[in-house]
C-alpha cells in the first residue's frame, strides 16, 4: 500500500500496530523504501512520523534516501538525517534516483488494484488508538548515533500531522491528514483553509470539531483566531470536520 500510494490504508495498519520498519524478505525493502521510490511524499512523511527508521538498509545496503524518486521526497528528511547525508543523497541522486537491478515482485509489478484502495477487512484498530499512539512515541525517542550531537532543534519539533476525519472519528470517516510545520504560529483558521485546500471529499461548508479521543469538542468562532498549540492540546487529538447541513454547531462561511 505504501507504494501505491494508499495514505489511507498505510494510516490503518500503522494504527493497528503492524511494524513499520518490517522488511522484505526477498529484497530487504521496507514500506518506506517503496514510498521513497514511488515518490508517494505524505506517505513518506506519515511512515516517518510513525518511527519509520530512516536509516534502515535494504540487501543493496542502501538507505530509503538512497532510491527516493526525486530530490523533493529527499528534502523530507533533512530533519530527520545530517544534513551532510542528506546533501550527499541530493548529489548522488542521478545514480541512486533508481535501482534497476532491483527485484520487484509479480505483486507488485501487477498490483491487484481491485482491492488496492479498500481499507484492510482484518485490521483490528483499537478504540483507544494505544497501539498508534506507541508508534508516534517510537519516533519521538528514536534518534540514531550518527546525529545525537546535532539533533534536531527544539523549532524543528513543533511540527504535527493531524488526521481528519468526516462526522465521526472512525476509520471509515478518514478524509486523510495535513502537516503543520509550526502548532504555535498556526492559526485554527488557516488549519481549516489547508483543509479545504489539500483534502478531497470536503464538504463545501463545514464546522470543525477537536476530537481528543472520548467526544468530539466544537471549536468556537472565537477560537478561530488561535493558534493550534493552544486549542489542540493532547498530542493524538483529531480533527473532525461536520457538513453544514449535519452540525448544530457553528457553520463555516
Not at 537491478?101 to 484492510?120: G, H, Q, R
Not at 453544514?244 to 454547531?249: F, G, Q, R
Amino acid at each position: 500500500m505504501s507504494a501505491l500510494g494508499n495514505l489511507k490504508v498505510v494510516v490503518s495498519y500503522l494504527r493497528s500496530g503492524i511494524d513499520v520498519n518490517s522488511k522484505n524478505r526477498m529484497n530487504g525493502w521496507t514500506a518506506l523504501h517503496w514510498a521513497c521510490v514511488r515518490g508517494h511524499n505524505r506517505v513518506v512523511e506519515t511512515l516517518i512520523r510513525a518511527g519509520a527508521d530512516v536509516y534502515v538498509t535494504n540487501s543493496k545496503g542502501r538507505w530509503p534516501i538512497d532510491v527516493c524518486k526525486d530530490n523533493q521526497t529527499r528534502e523530507l528528511f533533512r530533519y530527520h538525517m545530517k544534513d551532510e547525508e542528506v546533501d550527499a543523497a541530493i548529489q548522488n541522486s542521478e545514480t541512486h534516483a533508481a535501482d534497476s537491478t532491483v527485484f520487484v515482485p509479480n505483486y507488485m509489478a501487477n498490483p491487484d488494484l481491485s482491492a488496492a484502495w479498500e481499507s484492510p477487512t482484518n485490521t483490528t484498530i483499537a478504540d483507544d488508538e494505544a497501539n498508534y499512539a506507541r508508534s508516534i512515541e517510537r519516533e519521538r525517542s528514536y534518534q540514531s548515533p550518527l546525529i545525537q550531537a546535532t539533533g534536531p532543534t527544539a523549532d524543528s519539533c513543533l511540527g504535527r500531522e493531524f488526521f481528519v476525519y468526516k462526522d465521526v472519528c472512525d476509520e471509515s470517516h478518514l478524509l486523510g491528514s495535513v502537516f503543520v510545520d509550526d502548532i504555535r504560529s498556526q492559526k485554527i483558521s488557516e488549519l481549516i483553509s489547508q483543509i479545504r485546500q489539500e483534502l478531497d471529499d470536503v464538504p463545501m461548508s463545514f464546522s470543525i470539531l477537536r476530537y481528543n479521543g472520548q467526544q468530539a469538542v466544537p471549536v468556537g468562532k472565537k477560537q478561530e483566531e488561535f493558534s493550534l498549540e493552544r486549542v489542540f492540546r493532547g498530542e493524538n487529538d483529531a480533527v473532525v470536520v461536520k457538513p453544514k447541513e449535519n452540525s448544530i454547531h457553528r457553520f463555516l462561511n
